[in-house]
Antibody
Framework: EVQLVESGGGLVKPGGSLRLSCAASGFTFSNAWMSWVRQAPGKGLEWVGRIKSKTDGGTTDYAAPVKGRFTISRDDSKNTLYLQMNSLKTEDTAVYYC????????????????WGQGTLVTVSS | DIQMTQSPSSLSASVGDRVTITCQASQDISNYLNWYQQKPGKAPKLLIYDASNLETGVPSRFSGSGSGTDFTFTISSLQPEDIATYYCQQYDNLPRYTFGQGTKLEIK
């Protein structure tokens, strides 16, 4: 079955750190571009960042609100995506989703056909 | 920065109605516009990609159109299971992936 399963969410104090994981199965993870998208309680969707496949350079890009604080990485041997979150702020409170980009015939596209169920991160003192 | 304006923010319609949601970009984004459906407590689901292409397995009552700055999402005949929040999403080559504010669709 093709799926993404996030874990690692929880309650953390402002200024603290947390690492989220996303376990992928049912597709060739090493070829996939992956993104994290978050949703604050009762709010809309916000793209957090993206990592390309190693074949495409493995480079990362981030949204302005998290740049310098969050780091996306991947372990293709474990089919797992990570989001390291440092210097957390109350405004980082959200459900965090991992997503795949559509990658067909070696070309990856800017839309997200597969999503995990999300993991809740609460930043509060 | 490219701004996305999605409207309306909420919409009430009857079963069988034709429903239309619009998304406007502040500058030309070609056809880099996608539409998602999100039901309460669930992850978003891709419905339409590249402005007008129906994702595999999505019912044909859903459609999208437009290019450049103005885009439209349509449900041709609203069904009870279509109650959800709908989001447009654009891409620019910075890269940045920006979602619209969302349209909450309710049954009248």
């Amino acid at each position: 079955e093709v799926q993404l399963v996030e874990s690692g969410g929880g309650l953390v104090k402002p200024g603290g750190s947390l690492r989220l994981s996303c376990a992928a199965s049912g597709f060739t993870f090493s070829n996939a571009w992956m993104s994290w998208v978050r949703q604050a309680p009762g709010k809309g969707l916000e793209w957090v960042g993206r990592i390309k496949s190693k074949t495409d350079g493995g480079t990362t890009d981030y949204a302005a609100p998290v740049k310098g604080r969050f780091t996306i990485s991947r372990d293709d041997s474990k089919n797992t995506l990570y989001l390291q979150m440092n210097s957390l702020k109350t405004e980082d409170t959200a459900v965090y989703y991992c997503t795949t980009h559509d990658c067909t015939n070696g070309v990856c596209h800017p839309f997200f056909p597969l999503w995990g169920q999300g993991t809740l991160v609460t930043v509060s003192s | 920065d490219i701004q996305m304006t999605q409207s309306p923010s909420s919409l009430s319609a009857s079963v069988g109605d034709r429903v239309t949601i619009t998304c406007q970009a502040s500058q030309d984004i070609s056809n880099y516009l996608n539409w998602y459906q999100q039901k309460p407590g669930k992850a978003p689901k891709l419905l339409i990609y590249d402005a007008s292409n129906l994702e595999t397995g999505v019912p044909s009552r859903f459609s999208g159109s437009g290019s450049g700055t103005d885009f439209t999402f349509t449900i041709s005949s609203l069904q009870p299971e279509d109650i959800a929040t709908y989001y447009c999403q654009q891409y620019d080559n910075l890269p940045r992936y920006t979602f619209g504010q969302g349209t909450k669709l309710e049954i009248k």
